[in-house]
C-alpha cells in the first residue's frame, strides 16, 4: 500500500503551471479516493467527462499560409520540388500544353470566377505547404458541381490536358501540387453537406468540406467524424479519402476503408460513377470504391462521399505520461490493450527531441512534466460512456503501470486548457519542424518492436549534420521519421535514401503508412509492394485513364506505365 501510494503521490500531481488556469465553466471534475485509505492528501485525479479535443496546431490555416507564403520566396529553401532520391521525371510529350481556346472553354462551363489565371493565386496552389514541391501550372479550375467536374476532365481528356485534382493541398509527399504544367482543379467550392442519417450516424457531403466543418456538424447531432487529423482544419474529406488518411482515431476506429459506405467518382473521360450508396451491407460484385480510397487522384477525382459516424461519447480522459526507454513504451502499450480496452482511443508517443522542438517553436506550448529530462513520451486518450467506470479503469491503469516501472512519470488533464496544451504538443511537432527549415519526412509502417531502431540508426548515420525526430500512432505501428536541417542538402539526403526504404523492407514494413505516395515516392513503391501487384496496380491505371492525365507522375513509377 505504501508503494501504491508513493506512486500516486509521483504520478497524479497536478501539471505544473498549467494548474492555475481556471476549469471550464460547467464541466464538473471527480477525483480520485483509492489512495486516500493510505494517504489523505493524495486524491490529485481531476477527469473531464465531456472533453471535445479542441482545434490546435496544424488545424488552423496559419501553418499553410505561412509554408506555402514562404515556398513562393525562391532563394528561401532549396530544391524545393525533390523529397527524395527519385530520378527526377522528365515531362511526358504526349500531354497537349494549355493554349486560349482551352481557358475559353473552361470560361464558358465555370464562369469568369471558376477559372483563375492571377499570378499569386496559382503561385499558392502550385506549392506545397511545407515549401517542399513546386510546380508550373498556369490555370486554377474551381467546379463547383459534379457536372462541372465531369466536363472539365472529358474535355481534358480529348485534348489530353494532364490535371491535378486538388484539396486543402495538406499533403505531405507532393501528391496535392503539380510537376509541371498540369491543370489545377480544385474541389474547395465544392463543400456542401447533402445529409445526415441522426438514427445511424451517416453523413453525405461534397469532397470539397473542411474535415473540422464535418466534425462540428456532427458533434452537433452527437456523432464524431472517424477520422482526426492535426491538419483537421485545412484538410478536404475528398482528400483524405483519395489518400485514405489514418491519423488519430485509427486505434479505435480504424481506416476509412472500413468508414466509407459510398463515394461519386469522376473517371478520366467524364463518366460519372455513382456509387453513392449508405448501405451498410451490399454483397453485390466488387466493392469498387475501395480502389478510390487511397489512390491519391490517380483513378478518378471524388466529388462526394458518405461516410459512417460513430456516436458521440461524454467521457474523454487525457493523460501525458513519460517512460525511460522504448521497451516500456511498448509494455505500456501492450498493457493499455489489455487493461483499458474499449475505451482506448489514441496512444501517441514521441521521444524527447519532438518535445523540445515543440517547446522552442510552438506559442503558449508548455511541457506538462518540466521537472525532469525523460527519453519518451506517451500521450493516451480514452474515451467511453461512463464517468464513472472510465475513470476508475484509467486511474488503476496508471498506478499500476507506475508501479511496474513503465511510467516514469505522469499527468492527467483536469480540464480543457490542459488537454489542449497535451494534443498540441502532439499534433504541432509536424508544423514545429517546418519552422526550422529543410525537413525530410517518411511515414513508416514497422512491426512495433523494431519501430524506434531506424531512429537510432539515422542518428548514427548523420550525426550532427541533422537532426532526427521520431514520434508517431505507437498503437498502430505508424512511426513518423523526420529529419531537420537548416537547407535541403545533396549530401544528407544521399545518407537518408536510400538506406531508410532498404530498411523499412527488411522489417517487411511499408514504406507509407498514411501519407501515400505522391511524387516523392512512386518509384519506391517496389521496397513495398511485389512486381506483380505494381503491374495489376499499372492495369487498373490504364484502364481507368488510358491517356493518363489524371494526376501524372504520381503513386506508380512511369516505367509501368
Known amino acids: 500500500m505504501a508503494r501504491r501510494a508513493a506512486a500516486a503521490a509521483r504520478l497524479l500531481r497536478r501539471p505544473g503551471p498549467l494548474a492555475a488556469e481556471p476549469p471550464v465553466r460547467g464541466m464538473p471534475h ?78 464558358s462551363i465555370l464562369g469568369d470566377n471558376g477559372v483563375v489565371q492571377d499570378e499569386d493565386r496559382i503561385a ?73 442519417d441522426n438514427v445511424n450516424g451517416i453523413l453525405t457531403s461534397e ?21 482526426d487529423l492535426g491538419a483537421k482544419g485545412s484538410c478536404h474529406i475528398g482528400g483524405n479519402i483519395s489518400t485514405n488518411a489514418g491519423g488519430l482515431r485509427f486505434i479505435r476506429y480504424g481506416s476509412l476503408h472500413g468508414n466509407v ?33 487511397g489512390s491519391e487522384g490517380s483513378l478518378g477525382v471524388v466529388t462526394k462521399v458518405a461516410v459512417l459516424t460513430p456516436a458521440k461519447l461524454p467521457a474523454t480522459n487525457v493523460a501525458f505520461l513519460s517512460c525511460n526507454d522504448y521497451t516500456s513504451c511498448q509494455k505500456l502499450l501492450l498493457a493499455a490493450r489489455r487493461n483499458l480496452g474499449e475505451i482506448l482511443s489514441a496512444f501517441e508517443f514521441m521521444d524527447h527531441h519532438c518535445i523540445d522542438l515543440a517547446i522552442r517553436h510552438l506559442e503558449g506550448v508548455q511541457n506538462p512534466l518540466p521537472a525532469s529530462q525523460y527519453k519518451f513520451y506517451v500521450l493516451i486518450e480514452t474515451t467511453g460512456s461512463d464517468e464513472s467506470y472510465d475513470k476508475t479503469k484509467l486511474e488503476a491503469f496508471l498506478l499500476r503501470s507506475m508501479e511496474d516501472g513503465l511510467v516514469s512519470d505522469g499527468v492527467i488533464a483536469q480540464d480543457i486548457s490542459q488537454a489542449s496544451n497535451f494534443w498540441r504538443i ?94 516523392m515516392k512512386a518509384e519506391k513503391i517496389h521496397y513495398s509492394k511485389s512486381t506483380e501487384a505494381v503491374q495489376l496496380m499499372a492495369s487498373i491505371k490504364k484502364l481507368l485513364d488510358p491517356n493518363s492525365i489524371l494526376n501524372p507522375y504520381k503513386v506508380l513509377p512511369q516505367s509501368v506505365l
Not at 267 to 286: P, V
Open 30 to 107: 471527480t477525483e480520485y479516493e483509492f489512495a486516500s485509505r493510505t494517504v489523505n492528501s493524495c486524491r490529485r485525479f481531476h477527469w473531464i467527462p465531456s472533453l471535445q479535443r479542441p482545434p490546435c496546431g496544424p488545424r488552423t490555416n496559419v501553418e499553410t499560409y505561412e509554408g506555402q507564403h514562404s515556398a513562393n520566396k525562391a532563394s528561401e529553401v532549396q530544391k524545393r520540388t525533390f523529397g527524395s532520391a527519385a530520378t527526377h521525371n522528365q515531362r511526358n510529350p504526349a500531354y497537349s500544353e494549355l493554349n486560349s481556346d482551352d481557358v475559353c472553354y473552361f470560361k
Open 124 to 196: 499558392v496552389a502550385n506549392v506545397d505547404w511545407m515549401g517542399k514541391y513546386k510546380g508550373a501550372s498556369q490555370l486554377l479550375l474551381l467546379p463547383k458541381s459534379t457536372k462541372e467536374v465531369s466536363k472539365i476532365l472529358s474535355y481534358c481528356n480529348t485534348r489530353r490536358l494532364a490535371v491535378v485534382p486538388q484539396g486543402g493541398n495538406t499533403g505531405l509527399v507532393g501528391g496535392s501540387v503539380p510537376v509541371y504544367d498540369e491543370v489545377i482543379v480544385s474541389l474547395a467550392g465544392m463543400d456542401k453537406i447533402i445529409s445526415f
Open 207 to 227: 469532397a470539397g468540406c473542411v474535415l473540422e466543418n464535418l466534425s462540428t456538424f456532427v458533434e452537433n447531432e452527437g456523432f464524431i467524424m472517424p477520422l
Open 261 to 293: 459506405l459510398g463515394l461519386e467518382v469522376v473517371l478520366a473521360d467524364g463518366t460519372i460513377l455513382d456509387m453513392l450508396t449508405t448501405l451498410r451491407k451490399d454483397n453485390t460484385g466488387y466493392d469498387l470504391k475501395h480502389l478510390f480510397i
Open 426 to 519: 502532439r499534433e504541432g511537432i509536424s508544423e514545429a519542424s517546418v519552422k526550422v527549415g529543410a525537413v525530410y519526412k517518411y511515414d513508416l509502417s514497422i512491426p512495433v518492436e523494431k519501430l524506434y531502431d531506424i531512429v537510432e540508426e539515422m542518428r548514427c548515420r548523420l550525426g550532427d549534420n541533422a537532426e532526427v525526430l521520431g514520434y508517431g500512432h505507437l498503437g498502430d505501428g505508424n512511426l513518423h521519421l523526420n529529419i531537420l536541417s537548416s537547407k535541403y542538402d545533396d549530401s544528407i539526403l544521399t545518407q537518408i535514401e536510400p538506406f531508410v526504404y532498404e530498411w523499412t523492407s527488411a522489417q517487411r514494413g511499408s514504406i507509407s503508412a498514411e501519407h501515400g505516395l505522391g511524387l
